[in-house]
């Protein structure tokens, strides 16, 4: 089709602004001179938009509950949620910036040397609780049924068609065993949760490997993951002979030999750069690797009739000769190649696919796309003689919007000319693919979109056939997994508990924990639901949200760039859209906006504060606009953007602003003026920034990247900066949280988890015990302690923030294995508390109940020898915050009770002093203490030292430590209490 000239500049814009970035970012993947992937011209095509491109959606109608963002000239915005581009630009320049690229093992190391809780290696140690989406009632749920996050791969068991394998973007690997109906996460022990490709040994069902990396621009992967038991436990196998991180389009298994193991790696890290990476061989079960071709590697398949023969899409080869992207072949199990189908494209070629058939072994269809010339052209092309000669079929049939981006051919394997080409539909050809029918209906042939019609969430990425039954299809996409039992006639999806939702902001109401919102990539902006649930209310990529604090049932949330809405009655009631790009002063395309743009309240008044280039506010709920500093450039200029706001609470007067490249300033009058803090800041994108609710000159501000402090703090509105990171690993820091009931307790939230400090930031220790190694993107709190974050692979995690309990005593002091004792304090939390014995090997008491806030009971456990394990100490630990440990032989610091004294104490010695007397509360103390003892010897000689109680306490309730001499010995003979 046609672009209207205005929608045509717009799309050239902001491809051409993308391409400047990508030149940049990845130098050396354009190859040599002679081997270049010039991605500039494509974006030169004219109608159906390439490669990560502006989704084509004709006129989308603006109704609730799926608002659309409207442009000054009326026309509506073409899909900006799936410029998958600048989606992409916007996750990897925060963390590459200034340096272009990341350190090869920047995420891994940060990792294995992450400072650790002292508590945090234990199992039951739950800090964290996953709330969902887990699914979401999508958008459009008559259409695509319940919604999750993005699915990358797909694979079913050979032996075992119950077990299905999905690969996510960001979220790991997860498992069902009952066929899709319900799916658990089984690598979360993983670092990396990035999912590039799954499969089964043929041979071997137990057997299954996992190539990591996220092909579609989030993180790189660690190399391959292996299991041994179909699925359920996975281990990282492949050493440094494959490199890692990288992105593993796909990866395939000998069928006659599970030890040989094949990875088409589309790119990795070397040194300091990115490059293209090629096909890799292993012969060992994945541990060594051995490259044979070099270049950008897309697809690999085997040739089902002779598994020596394999087939490799190149999008470009880097191999000497100035070879020509296309399809090669090797006839010899990977071990050389040769070209058996060069791509037509003078440039700019984005994708080869490839799809064979156990139907006809003959039979080869590649569907691929590059520049002709001006012209961008998409293609099926087939072969039915092994590759001797090709017949173009052309595209006409097909919608290849974003080729690239949503791009994958498959054919069935009993019906040689039924073919699946996957595209921002699922398509579907009965004739040897000269024609296609669209079988999930999301789009037209011209663009329009139409998701009233569809019956899968658009935009896929993955596509398998049940084993031995290729009526029944499995489709991954954006918005999850479906299944199709009658060739894809009808599909059903199987979200119901898929918990993958890429949040990208997070808020929780003040006073109602059953109401937060959060923005997300391709699934909108989502509402938790009264019971738990969460429904999509706002659809495409959702940004920011911002509770109004003066009308909670009134929220604001952005879409990209400069589109902002606001709903009132909690969001189930769409008032309208309130900015958009023109609204700041932006044109539709190629607007100074970050693609997620910053948008705040100050949590006092109902003034909303957004970001571009500079400062915009409004006072009266987003019906107008103003700049207070004019056109004031509060960044570095050129293609510098504002990336955080912070506003303070007790003093509106008071902002804070940083930019993506590093530019901190601070208005201490509205916004009217402003004034450059950056000195004392590294030069890295800032991506938080807090002001303490009660002092507007303290503030902490986080920042993105690597190799440098990742969290500061300002005590004089930024003037100067102190570095708190501490021994904070060297990860991105996106988000940070003062506890809002202990202002010295922190919390950030990082690439790999939360970590805590408990000392305003002096030091920390991973505090991520419940949630996987996951990106985690914002926090949200009330003031009662009650904290959500949202994660970009994950969902949404609470906890409850508590404040240190206090133990102010036990009793009784005849603590032996499966003793009961009760324990009496402050802010003990049912479901949250455990109790430990001992002074250095702490050992978790055999049970624990919390009575109430003040009283628990625990059972001692036995200890390894089966003796007694109340030696010294006892720990009460709530949500991961700890009581001060009690010495129990000598409680001199707790108030001193006449009546219950002795029940503080574990005596661990001879009682001496004076006033010492035979009363008959004396001796049932004194036998209390001997049943415990090991000899008569010992019986005897506590029988006859009795204390008194009240020559113990002093007037004043303090213990009268002259009257009492507790000897340290840990032991009556050869008895351990």
Known sequence: MVLPNSMFRRQVAVFLLICCWLTITFPVLAGPASQRHPRGKRHQRPAAPRRHSIKQSGTRPVTPPTPVPQFENGETAREFEENAEARQHWFWFERTYPFQTLDVAARRRAWEQRPLDRFSTRANQGEWTAIGPSPTNSAFPGNWGVTSGRINTIAVSPANSQIILVGSATGGIWRSTNGGTSFSPVSDNQVDLAVGSITFAPGNSSTVYAGMGDTQGGYLGSGVLKSTDAGQTWTRISNATLPAPGRISKIEVDPANANRVYVAQYSSLNGSSQISSGFWLSTDGGVNWTRTWRGLARDLVINPANSQTLYLGM????????????????????????????????????????????????????????????????????????????????????????????????????????????????????????????????????????????????????????????????????????????????????????????????????????????????????????????????SGDGGRCVINPAQPSMIFTTYVYGTVYRWLNNGTTYNGQIASNSTFGEPSSGARIAFYPPLTGNFSTNTLYFGTWRLFASTDNGSTWAAPAGTFDQTKGGSDVLSALGVSKSNPQYIYSGSSQGRAMVSTNGGASWTDITTGLPNRTIKSITVDPLTPTTAWLT???????????????????????????????????????????????????????????????????????????????????????????????????????????????????????????????????????????????????????????????????????????????????????????????????????????????????????TQANDVALARAFTQFQATPSVRQRLAADVVPLNGICRGDGAINTTDITFLRAVSFGQTTF
């Open 315 to 538: 999008s470009r080869v880097d191999e000497p000769g100035s070879l020509p992207a296309g399809l090669y072949r090797s006839t010899d199990g990977g071990t050389t190649w040769a070209i058996l189908y060069t791509v037509p494209h003078t440039s700019g070629t984005s994708d080869v696919r490839v799809a064979v058939t156990p139907a006809d072994s003959q039979r080869i269809y590649v569907y691929t796309g590059g520049n002709i010339g001006s012209t961008f052209d998409v293609r099926v092309e087939v072969s039915t003689n092994a590759g001797a000669g090709w017949t173009n079929l052309g595209s006409a049939t097909l919608d290849t919007g974003q080729f690239g981006y949503n791009t994958y051919i498959y054919a069935d394997p009993t019906n040689a000319d039924t073919v699946y080409v996957g595209t921002r539909d699922v398509f579907k050809s009965t004739n040897a693919g000269n024609t296609f029918t669209n079988l999930t209906k999301n789009f037209t042939l011209a663009g329009g979109y139409t998701p009233t019609s569809s019956n899968t969430h658009p935009d896929q990425h993955a596509f398998t056939f049940a084993p031995g039954n290729s009526s029944t299809l499995y489709v991954g996409n954006d918005g999850g997994i479906s299944r199709s039992t009658n060739g894809g006639t009808n599909f059903t999806s199987l979200n119901s508990n898929l918990g993958l939702t890429l949040f990208v902001s997070y808020a929780l109401h003040p006073t109602d924990a059953a109401i937060s919102y959060g923005g997300t990539q391709d699934n909108g902006t989502q509402r938790r639901l009264a019971g738990g649930g969460w429904s999509e209310f706002s």
């Open 703 to 917: 920042v993105s990247g690597y190799g440098s402090g990742h969290i500061f703090r300002t005590t004089n509105a930024g003037a100067n900066w102190t570095d708190i990171s501490g021994n904070l690993p060297n990860i991105p820091v996106s988000a940070f949280l003062p506890d809002p009931v202990t202002p010295s307790t922190l919390y950030a939230g990082t690439d790999i988890g939360v970590f805590r400090s408990l000392d305003s930031g002096t030091t920390w220790a991973s505090f991520s015990n419940g949630m996987p190694p996951v990106v985690v993107t914002a926090f949200s709190a009330q003031a009662n302690g009650l904290i959500h974050v949202g994660t970009y692979g994950r969902g949404a995690f609470e906890t409850q923030a508590v404040v240190a309990p206090t133990i102010t005593r036990f009793a009784p002091i005849a603590s032996f294995p499966g003793k009961t004792i009760t324990i009496t304090g402050t802010n003990f939390v049912a479901g949250s508390t455990q109790v430990f014995f001992g002074g250095t090997n702490l050992v978790p008491a055999a049970s624990v109940n919390v009575v109430n806030a003040t009283t628990l009971t625990a059972v001692v456990p036995a200890s390894g020898t089966g003796t007694a394990n109340v030696n010294g100490y006892l720990t009460v630990r709530v949500n991961g915050t700890d009581a001060t440990t009690q010495n129990l032989g000598d409680n001199s610091t707790l108030p001193c009770d006449p009546n219950a004294i002795f029940s503080q104490f574990v005596l661990l010695g001879d009682i001496t002093g004076d006033g010492l007397s």
